[in-house]
């Protein structure tokens, strides 16, 4: 999925802490607001941490609503869109025709301000080596009883247009599919070589790059929290997108008591190298503690190992 970076649902149980929400819906009080991002420090960053001084609450306000201001920052009372049935009863696996069909209704229900999409400067693709720059995320999530949609609709801080790229879920089969697709002019195109760099494990949870750079911080934690309830999911790879070389798989027992093959998510590789760095050193992962110093030699090294 190029430059995109979605929402890896193998991380999102480190998202949430326990703080007060400030608004929102009523029937999600129960989402714990999302702590700001703050590095600590480890030196598994490859980059200075960026905090943004320059990008202030008012351009990134305005930067946002140049998508159109009538289709974010909607009253919401659910964060999760309900989908029209399945037109096929006893469905034992979505085709790709329709899984196209369901990309393509989340981004009509977006263009026409009927989603409900939380707006924020994305973390992992901020800090990314070669972005370096605030990227714009409006992220809309919808469901029925097959599936779950998410869309994607982002851009740099600088360019001129808006892209699209969806995740659709199939839930009929098991273990549950993972789609994942840009939205062109043509319909949507399946990716899968660059998407993998930042998804093992499906959707990645939301986490701000600063805590004032995102509109409703509690329909964040609930999208949040709906991405950290979804199954264990299997990702798919299209003909021409394959999987790309994975680099050494990670063995680290602080790691792989969640990220293994049978384990609660997938299993990670050096070529996730990324989303780790930036998710240990900014304290979501481990999502119950944080790694001990020699913890963290070890990871670093395991990192810097050459594939």
């Not at 029209?84 to 369901?102: M, Q, W």
Request: charged share 20%; aromatic share 8%.
């Amino acid at each position: 999925m190029p430059r995109a970076s979605f929402w890896l649902s193998g991380w999102v149980s480190g998202a949430l802490f326990c703080a007060a929400a400030t608004g929102g819906s009523s029937s999600n009080q129960a989402a714990k607001i999302i702590a700001p991002a703050v590095s600590t420090g480890t030196g598994l960053l490859l980059e200075p941490a960026l905090t943004l001084p320059e990008f202030t609450r008012e351009k990134f306000a305005a930067a946002m609503a140049t998508v159109g201001a009538e289709k974010i920052r909607r009253p919401w009372t659910r964060s999760v869109v309900t989908l029209s049935p399945h037109p096929r009863t006893d469905v034992r696996g979505l085709t790709e025709a329709e899984v196209k069909s369901y990309m393509l209704e989340a981004k009509r229900l977006f263009d026409r301000g009927e989603a409900v999409p939380v707006s924020d400067v994305g973390l992992i693709s901020t800090q990314e080596d070669v972005v370096r720059k605030p990227m714009l995320n409006h992220i809309a999530v919808f469901s029925n009883s097959v599936a779950r949609v998410y869309l994607l609709v982002q851009k740099t801080s600088t360019d001129t247009g808006w892209s699209h790229f969806s995740i659709v879920q199939d839930l009929t089969v098991t273990p549950v599919l993972d789609y994942y697709a840009e939205l062109t002019a043509d319909g949507p195109r399946f990716e899968g070589t660059s998407c993998y760099k930042c998804h093992s494990s499906g959707p990645l949870a939301i986490h701000p790059a600063r805590e004032d750079l995102v509109l409703d911080a509690p329909l964040a934690a609930a999208i949040s929290q709906h991405i950290a309830d979804q199954p264990r999911s299997q990702f798919v790879f299209p003909k021409n997108s394959p999987k790309p070389p994975t680099g050494e798989k990670l063995a680290l027992k602080f790691c792989t008591r969640c990220h293994e093959d049978g384990g609660e998510r997938d299993a990670l590789y050096q070529l996730h190298a990324h989303p780790i760095r930036v998710l240990v050193d900014f304290g979501y992962m481990p999502p119950n503690r944080r790694l001990k110093p020699e913890e963290i030699a070890e990871l670093k090294a395991w990192l810097e190992r050459k594939p």
